[in-house]
């Protein structure tokens, strides 16, 4: 396994248009998180899911965002009406099953979607 | 309040030096995950240690070790023998297992280090 995949991972569009990425996660991990990252700034988390269901969003994570993981493995990160704010590293990350509340479920990140609207 | 803070915006260190990255975190659940992650250029977030708030010993991992001091809330990041390699961005952060939401990642602005020779 090749670790944690993104795709694309740039992505250059105009303003109002709808842009998606992709996810692949490594395959034994039963979770995955959306992170945004802007110029200067750590990670945000966006929203989590375990197998395909999502249960957790962020506030941060408004209308225009929506992120599927229909049958638990790869998720999309769907923007829609992309503003120049929603310009960003977008990471994926995912963790093995288990306990969350242990030092053993590490998130293991991909190398991010940079998306920059124009 | 930010609920991890990392002071040095950058910082400079000779290879085959020892640096120590700083990062302060503020919760009052007895709770927690301290992780380090490194982020070279290329983008992708790299784990590095991971100390747990009843751990009794400060955490190792080769080269790096985390110094745990609780009652300050502190949580600093020594990198021994420093190599160019290490020349990154580093970011503290934290998990609340028991008020925060446990699955949530929460980070620092992070450190930028340059290893010189």
């Known amino acids: 396994d090749t670790g944690v995949s993104q795709n694309p991972r740039h992505k250059i569009t105009k303003r109002g248009q709808n842009v998606t990425f992709r996810c692949d996660p490594i395959?034994?991990?039963?979770?995955l998180y959306w992170y945004r990252q802007t110029l200067g700034q750590g990670p945000e988390f966006l929203t989590y899911f375990q197998n395909e269901a999502q249960l957790e969003k962020s506030r941060l994570l408004s209308d225009r965002f929506s992120a599927e993981r229909p049958k638990g493995s790869f998720s999309t990160l769907e923007i829609q009406r992309t503003e120049q704010g929603d310009s960003a590293m977008y990471l994926c990350?995912?963790?093995?099953?288990?306990?969350?509340?242990?030092?053993?479920?590490?998130?293991?990140f991909g190398a991010g979607s940079r998306l920059t609207v124009l | 309040a930010q609920k991890i803070t990392q002071t040095q915006p950058g910082m400079f260190v000779q290879e085959k030096e020892a640096v120590t990255l700083d990062c302060t975190y503020d919760t009052s659940d007895p709770s927690y995950g301290l992780f380090w992650y490194k982020q070279p250029s290329s983008g992708e977030m790299i784990f590095l240690i991971y100390?747990?708030?009843?751990?009794?010993q400060n955490a190792t991992e080769g080269r790096y070790s985390l110094n745990f001091q609780k009652a300050r809330k502190s949580a600093n990041l020594v990198i021994s023998a420093s190599q160019l390699g290490d020349s990154a961005m580093y970011f503290c952060?934290?998990?609340?297992?028991?008020?925060?939401?446990?699955?949530?990642?929460?980070f620092g602005t992070g450190t930028r280090l340059q290893v010189t020779l």
């Open positions: 395959s034994e991990h039963n979770r």
């Open positions: 990350a995912s963790s093995p099953p288990g306990t969350v509340n242990s030092g053993a479920n590490v998130l293991t």
């Open positions: 952060a934290m998990r609340e297992f028991l008020t925060g939401t446990a699955s949530k990642l929460t």
């Open positions: 100390q747990g708030s009843y751990d009794q």
